[in-house]
């Protein structure tokens, strides 16, 4: 008899109780541990359900050899946190539906499961129950012809008590987190069943709903959601309405209502799905269920381990991360925001530790004239996040790999990016710790009284008194170089500014602005940010770029040893994607796309493999590799993208290694 998978159960709530039941009529599992808040909840619980070892701590159950998956029961505000410290445990995930409070926290521990090599999925039961897995069939089969439209609801009136966890906004109640997270992912199923796809995230969302005056939560919302191929979805959800909780789907050639889509012949049995088609009489199909709904999730984790996520139509991590992105989009929409994502609130990394480096980052630093701090030879870019949570979460995880230099940009995010940035830095208390590149004079507004404008504007949105980089994103070649730097200088002098970069301007344009500032006895500029990279620039990707990969302008770096802040170092996900059907729809791939490029691309992942790295990481140490000072602006959206761009900064390359990997020689002598 294969031995059964040893669960530890987190929490001692009502849905603990009912996974402990479930367990005993699964085929696979066995409960091994139990852990609340207390010694006394977690022995209650114990006595009840006949479990042995019973501990009053969370931490006390996963430092248990024995227990090897766990079941996390607690309350979505503290699922990142506890899911991130099983998976540093080495143990495999169950995580109570919603996933977490918000899309990046759901990053943040997909990236914590793929980095301990450990099983997590999200327990929606439903998701793994055979009439969901028979439903998606049906539509595949176009039974219904073509989906048009989805309606799910998911409704109860519950007692009005603004301390219980369902309208408690520190608890992260309100019906959209409750009930309507069961409602988007239903709906994303059905669109991409449609589609001959597991699942499909929503084009578009639309939101209304009621926030409770003194629950602040939804009591009752709706969404409204359009998804590829222009089907369309109205959810509903709420806790404080009588209403019904099913499905029904619209097609081109008939319908399809599911009766009971939440909790499916919930201790065992039969359900149905009821199929009428155009012009045709209704027809019942039967779904059996040997074990009860939960059985069956906890015998799904035991059969899919091997492969560190579950099989559709079970939630894997991609359908998780949709779905969390869909309810921050219904949230936003309606204005749902919890306390705990307030910035005074988020006092811990999202593993919730205190922001530290820790103690084996070993990213290298390098140095800029003027900044008296070191300089991380990566620069976070600070386009990706578009929220505090994001933020927060992006730059932590950054700042923790050792990490202290950023960039961003007056234009970036109509400013939402600088105030983002500046947010994190002053929640966190790290300004003398981390190296600001702020920019400013893009076209059309590239003049010096534009300049002056917007970095005081740009200071204001940081929340800063001075940035340790300023830089002109773009140049003005009508303008004289000097009236820049008599610009940027008066700044200086007021304290404002550190050290002066530019960006996108031709190598002649920065000795003439050398050579004022050097007449005049003033600061020149101490670095520049133009593009450099292993990938030819084929076609700029913004009007005004300048890129600095070609032999003469690499020649002039070495001799003059200004360093060099390359943009898409990695030509916008060319090394990493360059072969695969994703990179064919990125937007730049005009950019990047020619034949030499496929050949740089090709020995780029050659030595790579021989020197045990990825592609990306070739690319990479090839700008930090080149004979002047080098730094990279990179643009991770996540802590896996992050991870895995670490190895390229390390990566030794030498001087017959760069040759090759440009096409320079035909090969690497040895």
Request: proline letters at 5%; one cysteine or more; a negative charge.
């Amino acid at each position: 008899m294969t031995e059964r998978l040893r669960w530890g159960i987190v929490s001692t709530g009502r849905i603990a109780g009912v996974f402990a039941r479930a367990l005993k009529a699964s085929r696979t599992g066995t409960l091994a541990a139990v852990a609340g808040r207390t010694q006394a909840s977690a022995d209650a619980f114990g006595a009840e359900h006949g479990v042995a070892t019973c501990y009053g701590s969370y931490q006390a159950l996963l430092d248990d050899p024995a227990v090897q998956a766990v079941y996390l029961a607690n309350l979505h505000p503290w699922h990142v946190e506890w899911a991130i410290k099983a998976a540093d445990a080495g143990k495999h995930i169950l995580c109570e539906k919603p996933l977490t409070i918000n899309y990046p926290e759901a990053l943040a521990m997909v990236e914590a499961a793929r980095r301990n090599d450990v099983f997590l999925m999200e327990a929606f039961m439903y998701r793994c129950h055979p009439q969901t897995a028979k439903l998606a069939e049906l539509l595949r089969n176009k039974i219904i012809g073509d989906v048009r439209v989805i309606q799910a609801t998911f409704t109860f009136h519950s007692a009005f008590d603004p301390g219980a966890r369902h309208l408690n906004n520190a608890l992260g109640g309100g019906g959209i987190m409750d009930l309507g997270c069961y409602c988007m992912s239903m709906a994303r199923l059905i669109a991409g069943a449609d589609q001959g796809r597991d699942f499909a995230d929503p084009i578009e969302v639309k939101g209304v709903g009621h926030l409770g005056d003194i629950t602040r939560v939804d009591e009752w919302a709706l969404a409204d959601c359009r998804f590829p191929g222009d089907i369309v979805a109205q959810l509903c959800c709420g806790l404080q309405v009588d209403g019904e909780s099913v499905v029904r789907i619209w097609g081109s050639a008939g319908h399809i209502l599911v009766p009971t889509p939440w909790f499916p012949a919930r201790h065992g049995g039969t359900s149905t799905i009821l199929v009428t088609p155009q012009d045709g009489e209704p027809q019942e199909i039967v779904i059996a269920a040997d074990r009860e709904l939960y059985a069956i999730e906890a015998d799904t984790v035991a059969q899919c381990i091997p492969q560190r996520q579950a099989a559709a139509p079970a939630m894997s991590w991609e359908d998780s991360l949709g779905n969390m992105r869909a309810l921050d989009q219904w949230r936003a929409q309606i204005g749902l925001s919890y306390d705990c994502e307030q910035p005074a609130n988020i006092t811990t990394t999202v593993a919730g530790l205190p922001l530290a480096v820790r103690a084996d980052a070993d990213m290298p630093a390098g140095t800029i004239e003027g900044v008296t701090k070191p300089v991380s030879r990566a620069v976070m870019g600070s386009m990706a996040a578009n929220s505090v949570p994001y933020a927060i979460m992006l730059y932590d995880d950054f700042f923790t790999k050792g990490g202290n230099a950023f960039d961003t940009a007056w234009v970036y995010g109509g400013g939402n990016a600088e105030r983002l940035l500046g947010t994190w830095v002053r929640t966190r208390g790290v300004r003398e710790q981390v190296v600001i590149l702020a920019k400013g004079a893009h076209t059309p507004f590239c003049t010096p009284p534009d300049l002056t404008r917007q970095f005081l504007e740009s200071l204001d949105r940081l929340q800063m008194d001075y940035v340790d980089l300023y830089g002109m994103h773009r140049d003005n070649p009508e303008i004289p170089a000097g009236e820049f730097i008599e610009a940027v200088n008066a700044q200086m002098r007021a304290g404002r500014i550190r050290a002066f970069v530019v960006s996108n301007w031709r190598l002649d344009r920065v000795e003439e602005a050398n050579a004022y500032a050097k007449a005049k006895g003033l600061r020149g500029i101490s670095a520049v940010s133009n593009n450099l990279s292993l990938a030819r620039m084929v076609e700029a990707p913004w009007d005004g770029c300048v890129a600095s990969s070609d032999a003469t302008s690499r020649a002039w770096f070495t001799r003059t040893q200004l360093p060099l802040m390359s943009w898409s170092s990695q030509a916008q996900g060319f090394f990493a994607w360059g072969d695969s059907p994703r990179w064919a729809w990125n937007s730049f791939r005009r950019c990047w796309s020619a034949e030499d490029n496929v050949q740089r691309l090709a020995r780029a992942a050659e030595l790579g493999r021989q020197k045990g790295v990825s592609a990306m990481n070739i690319a990479l140490a090839y700008v930090l590799n080149q004979p002047f000072p080098t730094f990279a602006l990179v643009g991770p959206e996540n802590p896996t993208e992050t991870r895995l761009l670490l190895p390229g900064l390390h990566t030794v390359l030498t001087p017959e290694e760069l040759a090759w990997l440009n096409l320079e020689t035909e090969r690497v002598e040895a």
